[in-house]
């Protein structure tokens, strides 16, 4: 059963400031599994945030489900240029999220359940935590064959990829989170999570791809809905819990002081783009000049999301060394960003040489480099 949660109870539990009603206690107590009612993968994530710093777990463990509107979420030491296809997900409007934990990308949609276990980090424990999604899974279609992996993930049939697990651990509580796929869109999942982009060197964390299957594919009785309160009852049943899912809002202040620029925070160029380690990207094309195919070279170091080498190679006298000099001393300095494409194109007007011939040779260039990021 599904209750709205009482805003000031919520933040007496969470925070821990005041003692509770009465018929609260015995949640207080021992645990809670909570439900967020958005669809916003920055919000949600920011629930993570707030709940990892704020809580006391002592004793009162918590579940989180949340599910997201189409969305990429890579690991806190990728790079979104490696894992997916930036240009794709800009066209379809989908969101890119970096997540605080580490692991590698995964697409999150409304088929796909997200769980979040909070607890203290002595009592963090993901087999535990996958062994419980396989009791629930088993309460509800015995003839499943899942098992867990020593990545912790949970397989189908021996082979199609159901969950992926990553977790942060902090200095005295730790969450693990897992993917659960219902009936997320597979195509889309496949093709969003295909880098198109060549040439990227760097040391980030890469994703592992696997083939990965919906339960609803073996059950269509396996609802989202009925997954979750599979879980909830299993989860509620371990730790001798109230079994009732709460509903919160995570843009409610009074219920999470400080939430909303978290959540702010997650959705900024900085963190997204920015934190990808340092990484290079070695790459080139050809352009038909005089009848001849010509190639041109664009080498670039990016730190911190922001362009710190640049540097292109081009035949002397279809781009004279000055002028190439010049744009790439123009590019230094600027965020290497799909998003940012229209800062680019302003620098580069503003460096642009006056010829007519050498304008529109620079402009190929300009294209082709806007192409890569
Ligand atoms: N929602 C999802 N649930 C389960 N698997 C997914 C989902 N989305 C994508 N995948 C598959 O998982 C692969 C990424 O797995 P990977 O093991 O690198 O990351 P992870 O499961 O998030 O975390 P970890 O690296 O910690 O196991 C993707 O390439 C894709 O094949």
Known sequence: ?????????????????????????????????????????????????????????????????????????????????QECNLNLMREEGIKLARRRSGGGTVYHDMGNINLTFFTTKKKYDRMENLKLILRALNAVQPQLDVQATKRFDLLLDGQFKISGTASKIGRTTAYHHCTLLCSTDGTFLSSLLKSPYQGIRSNATASIPSLVKNLLEKDPTLTCEVLMNAVATEYAAYHQIDHHIHLINPTDETLFPGINSKAKELQTWEWIYGKTPKFSINTSF?????????????????????????????????????????????????????TETTMLTNILLRTCPQDHKLHSKWNILCEKIKGIM
């Open 286 to 338: 050809h352009v038909l000049y005089e009848q001849s195919h010509l190639e041109i070279k664009v080498f670039l170091d990016i730190k911190n999301g922001r362009i710190e080498i640049c540097n292109i190679e081009a035949p002397d006298h279809w781009l004279p060394l000055e002028i190439r000099d010049k744009l790439n001393s123009s590019l230094i300095g600027s965020k290497f960003c799909p």
């Open 1 to 81: 059963m599904l209750i709205p949660f009482s805003m000031k109870n919520c933040f007496q539990l969470l925070c821990n400031h005041q003692v509770p009603a009465a018929g609260f206690k015995q949640t207080v107590k021992n645990g809670l599994i909570l439900q967020s009612v958005s669809n916003d993968v920055y919000q949600n994530l920011a629930v993570e945030d707030w709940i990892h710093d704020h809580m006391n777990l002592e004793g009162k463990p918590i579940l989180f489900f949340w599910r997201n509107s189409p969305s990429v979420v890579i690991g806190r030491h990728q790079n979104p240029w």
